[in-house]
């Protein structure tokens, strides 16, 4: 079961997000994300909020078909980012497959708390990315496998030393090779053919899939 999350962080161009959310698919729409649903074309089915970045009167005079979108009012005053609340209520609901949306953007504090959540998911047998029109991101911490129509695949540790036990369908294969947190050997590789596979032991990895 997947579900999508809309976050309000930047989105350049609406037209690569249409026609992507299917009929079974289930939407959350985190606070003043709304105005990217607007933009896409996407009616949420829960729209989820303390409404600070948005006036919930204002743009449901505006866009009446928002009226009939289930709403969660947050407190304001919370341990949790609406993005963070918004997945583990798709968790709670039975969602096992995330795609978060607008998480990426200006805030580098929200971007990589966003980023960072990919661990908890994955914690909780949750598979989940992080997307937008130039990035998907993936955290794994044992075996992955990348089909992607993307040009450039990254391999970014994120503990000290994570060791690459083999890779296979890469332009540039490794074996049997610790990568090192700051060093920025696996940036920029390609995938070679229809699919890769990376296998990595003693840490986790961001497989960022991306292009220009």
Request: proline share 2%; charged share 25%.
């Amino acid at each position: 079961m997947k579900a999508y999350i809309i976050s309000n962080g930047q989105i350049d161009d609406y037209s690569y997000y249409r026609n992507i959310v299917g009929k079974e698919d289930f939407v959350i729409c985190a606070d003043g994300a709304i105005y990217h649903c607007i933009n896409m074309g996407i009616v949420p089915d829960l729209w989820i909020g303390d409404f600070d970045s948005c006036d919930y009167e204002e743009i449901c005079a505006k866009h009446p078909e928002l009226k009939s979108v289930k709403i969660q009012q947050l407190n304001p005053v919370k341990d949790e980012t609406d993005t963070h609340i918004a997945c583990l209520i798709a968790k709670e609901k039975g969602y096992d497959n995330l795609v978060i949306w607008g998480a990426l953007g200006n805030r580098a504090d929200h971007m990589l708390s966003n980023i960072h959540l990919l661990e908890l998911l994955h914690a909780n047998g949750i598979s989940a990315t992080v997307e937008n029109e130039k990035n998907t991101i993936s955290y794994f911490d044992s075996i992955i496998k990348i089909h992607s129509a993307r040009k450039y695949l990254s391999l970014i540790p994120l503990d000290k030393s994570v060791t690459v036990v083999k890779t296979k369908g890469l332009l540039y294969n490794l074996e049997n090779y610790d990568i090192t947190r700051g060093i920025s050997l696996g940036v920029s590789n390609e995938v070679v053919g229809e699919s890769a596979e990376i296998v990595i032991e003693n840490g986790a990895m961001l497989a960022i899939e991306s292009e220009d």
